[in-house]
């Protein structure tokens, strides 16, 4: 079987399966429900520079800078980037807020935005197909039916992920095995999670199968032996490979790039060396 011409091999050495256990990031990886995330937290944050005229550089520098670090840390519990965040309040000399405080801004502002997503799935206005990256549950179904377990690993607030589970009729592939912070627990690891995996299943580092569009997962998998699957997703509606999630998931190590799981016949195939 060829690799799909959708995907990009960027390590041509890559294991070739099988593999015994499957990890998934959510957001951007499974769900889209919260995509314009970063747009929201950055924007925020620019807002309370602002007020604290604490934006001495052109608006467009901070702006970028305000990015690059929001989407480093992406991956971890928000709680990091809020830390952050407020860190950089004090080092132009500003009056930092609780990080916590930043965290509940932020929460308010996209909740506004997710919750019409959830109203129009619990409502049947939209079909969880709408909000998932493309074909997401045929990949999950295909590696369910190869004996894999699946695992959600999310750096989003446990309830909220597994309520987004439910709504887009993931439960069937991952139910059970949703791992995410509880009540925005900063203390939580996508490491742990994978590591945990690991040692319950009794399975090598090798055999792991990791999908994501963020840093921090993408390194965890490469960490432990596995083989990454970086997803560069679009937005809803949008096709093709995110050229900036492209170019970061190759920074972090990523085996392999897909713009979404259209392919995914193809694709395990390919990575099972059929
Ligand atoms: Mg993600």
């Given amino acids: ?19 015994r256990v499957a990890v998934f990031d959510f957001d951007g990886t499974l769900s889209l429900i919260r995509e314009g995330w970063p747009q929201v937290m950055v924007s925020l944050m620019l807002d309370r520079l602002r007020e604290q005229r604490l934006i001495a550089e052109p608006e467009a520098e901070c702006a970028a800078h305000v990015e690059a670090f929001v989407m480093a840390l992406n991956g971890h519990p928000t709680m990091r980037q809020m830390e952050r965040f407020a860190q950089e309040v004090t080092a132009r000399g500003g009056t930092s807020a609780e990080p916590v405080v930043y ?40 590696l369910q039916e190869r004996g894999v377990p699946l695992f959600v690993a999310s750096g989003t607030d446990l309830a909220h992920v597994s309520r987004e589970v439910e709504l ?24 742990d999670v994978i590591e945990r995996a690991i040692r319950e299943l009794a399975v090598r580092g090798e055999e ?67």
């Avoid at 069937?172 to 912070?181: D, H, K, N």
């Avoid at 792991?208 to 509606?237: C, H, N, P, Y």
């Fill in 103 to 142: 965290l509940q801004q932020y929460l308010d502002a996209l909740m506004s935005v997710v919750r019409g997503r959830w109203e129009a799935l619990e409502s049947k206005r939209a079909q969880p197909s709408d909000w998932v990256v493309p074909n997401a549950h045929g990949i999950l179904r295909n």
């Fill in 168 to 191: 887009l009729e993931l439960t069937p592939y991952v139910g059970g095995r949703v791992y995410a912070p509880k009540d925005n627990d900063a203390s939580f690891r996508k490491r």
């Fill in 208 to 274: 792991l199968i990791g999908f994501g569009d963020g840093v921090v997962e993408t390194q965890e998998v490469k960490r432990a032996g596995g083989v990454a699957v970086g997803v560069a997703s679009s937005t809803a509606g949008v096709r093709g490979v995110n050229a900036s999630k492209r170019e970061t998931l190759i920074a972090a190590g990523a085996d392999l790039i897909i713009p979404d799981y259209e392919h995914a016949p193809e694709l395990l195939a390919w990575l099972y060396g059929e």
């Fill in 1 to 19: 079987m060829h690799l799909p011409l959708s995907a990009e091999l960027i390590n041509p050495r890559v294991r070739r399966g099988p593999f």
